[in-house]
């Protein structure tokens, strides 16, 4: 049973959250926003008018969040009092706690992405490491969870490359996952991630050790301006390849588009490669390979803006390409991420999708060290 102490503790978080927020301005904001939609000729123009809604719902989601929030303390405070007077029993009210518990813990978790490209989708590339078809395998079961993972939460995905693996598995694939703070969430999956199990694919059924990197930038829309030079871009055309489709190894309908982009502090000059097979149309093709490099554009400045806070996380394991973030070991039931230290017995569930504890720990630790 809980204890008045706790009720109170309760009562402060929520109305911290609703202070944080500013919520009053956000109701007015928000009825500002919908009178915009309910103009005659709002649907006219298309585009802007699917902004219009985006920028709605991001702001209904924050009141809604809070105003479930505030009710869900409200249930519990009366709970706690019918509890004094025999009318509710200690079961019921640890319940409505509980609830209230995890309402405030994902609101806030939401408050800690507060950066500019935490509300932005994201483009999650997963690559096969070194170990043929082990790791290939490996990369398609990792593609298999995050797409759970964003099904789960409501976002839509779309698949801009996939190559399938030699055997089994894929060799890489790149993901468009949509939805508010979609980048926010998933900038915690940067990195290698290590399984070991005893594997399907050795005859003498050995442990075996395999890897596979993920890498997670934001994924732009025509709000945000990114500088792209013309005169430093290349197309390749090629067959899509895999299974139907009318034009599907008959057209040359996928393209692979290279970028020289040169590195404005040391001058040095990097090939940025990307192909995009999502459509049976070429000229979609080059749309989409133009949207994932300015997302990718957009990701360096970020950091090369971000350089000058390097002191203050000086502390902190990598984030990047090469670092090996979290192991999954199928047969000691362990899922272990070594920057938070947070595991869980639940191999299964995670490889589900069920990924936000592990997010939830690393927004913590990151919002604690910066």
């Given at each position: 049973?809980?204890?008045?102490?706790?009720?109170?503790?309760?009562?402060?978080?929520?109305?911290?959250?609703?202070?944080?927020?500013?919520?009053?301005?956000?109701?007015?904001?928000l009825?500002?926003?919908?009178?915009r939609t309910?103009d005659?000729?709002?649907?006219?123009?298309t585009a802007?008018?699917?902004?219009?809604?985006?920028?709605?719902?991001?702001?209904?989601?924050?009141?809604?969040?809070?105003?479930?929030?505030?009710?869900?303390y409200?249930?519990?405070?009366?709970?706690?009092?019918?509890?004094?007077?025999?009318?509710?029993?200690?079961?019921?009210?640890?319940?409505?706690?509980?609830?209230?518990?995890?309402?405030?813990d994902?609101l806030?978790?939401?408050r800690?992405?507060?950066?500019?490209?935490?509300?932005?989708?994201?483009?999650?590339?997963?690559?096969?490491?070194?170990g043929?078809?082990?790791?290939?395998?490996?990369?398609?079961?990792?593609?298999?969870?995050?797409?759970?993972?964003?099904?789960?939460?409501?976002?839509?995905?779309?698949?801009?490359?996939?190559?399938?693996?030699?055997?089994?598995g894929?060799?890489?694939c790149?993901?468009?996952?949509?939805?508010?703070?979609?980048?926010?969430?998933l900038?915690?999956?940067?990195?290698?991630?290590?399984?070991?199990?005893?594997?399907?694919?050795?005859?003498?059924?050995?442990?075996?050790?395999?890897?596979?990197?993920?890498?997670?930038?934001?994924?732009?829309?025509?709000?945000?301006?990114?500088?792209v030079?013309?005169?430093?871009?290349?197309?390749?055309?090629?067959?899509s390849?895999?299974a139907?489709?009318?034009?599907?190894?008959?057209?040359?309908?996928?393209?692979?588009?290279?970028?020289?982009?040169?590195?404005?502090?040391?001058?040095?000059?990097?090939?940025?490669?990307?192909?995009?097979?999502?459509?049976?149309?070429?000229l979609?093709?080059?749309?989409?390979?133009m949207?994932?490099?300015?997302?990718?554009?957009?990701?360096?400045?970020?950091?090369?803006?971000?350089?000058?806070?390097?002191?203050?996380?000086?502390?902190?394991?990598k984030?990047?390409?090469?670092?090996?973030?979290?192991?999954?070991?199928?047969?000691?039931?362990?899922?272990?991420?070594?920057?938070?230290?947070?595991?869980?017995?639940?191999?299964?569930?995670?490889?589900?999708?069920n990924?936000?504890?592990?997010?939830?720990?690393?927004?913590?630790?990151?919002?604690?060290?910066?």
């Amino acid at each position: 049973m809980i204890t008045a102490e706790q009720l109170k503790d309760a009562e402060s978080r929520v109305s911290q959250l609703g202070e944080y927020l500013q919520i009053d301005r956000l109701r007015m904001e928000l009825s500002e926003e919908r009178l915009r939609t309910e103009d005659p000729a709002f649907w006219a123009d298309t585009a802007r008018a699917e902004e219009q809604m985006k920028k709605v719902k991001g702001i209904e989601a924050w009141v809604e969040g809070y105003d479930g929030l505030r009710t869900a303390y409200e249930e519990l405070a009366l709970a706690f009092d019918y509890h004094k007077e025999g009318l509710v029993d200690e079961a019921e009210v640890d319940a409505d706690y509980a609830l209230l518990q995890a309402a405030l813990d994902k609101l806030e978790l939401r408050r800690m992405l507060s950066r500019e490209e935490d509300s932005l989708g994201c483009v999650l590339k997963i690559n096969s490491g070194a170990g043929g078809t082990e790791s290939q395998d490996w990369a398609e079961m990792l593609m298999r969870m995050y797409l759970r993972w964003a099904e789960a939460h409501n976002y839509r995905t779309r698949m801009a490359n996939l190559h399938p693996g030699d055997e089994a598995g894929i060799k890489t694939c790149t993901i468009e996952v949509e939805g508010p703070m979609a980048y926010g969430y998933l900038k915690s999956e940067n990195g290698v991630h290590r399984l070991v199990r005893v594997s399907p694919y050795n005859a003498q059924g050995k442990r075996m050790t395999s890897f596979a990197s993920v890498f997670a930038t934001p994924l732009v829309d025509d709000k945000i301006e990114v500088k792209v030079d013309p005169s430093k871009i290349s197309w390749d055309l090629f067959r899509s390849g895999g299974a139907g489709g009318q034009n599907v190894n008959k057209v040359e309908t996928g393209v692979r588009l290279r970028y020289l982009f040169t590195d404005p502090d040391t001058g040095e000059t990097e090939e940025i490669l990307i192909e995009n097979t999502e459509s049976r149309k070429q000229l979609e093709n080059r749309e989409n390979a133009m949207r994932l490099l300015r997302s990718q554009l957009y990701d360096r400045e970020l950091q090369r803006r971000r350089a000058a806070q390097a002191k203050i996380e000086a502390g902190k394991k990598k984030i990047e390409w090469g670092s090996q973030i979290r192991s999954y070991v199928f047969d000691d039931r362990r899922v272990k991420d070594h920057r938070t230290g947070w595991q869980t017995s639940d191999v299964q569930g995670v490889m589900d999708g069920n990924l936000d504890d592990f997010i939830k720990a690393y927004l913590l630790q990151y919002a604690d060290e910066s």
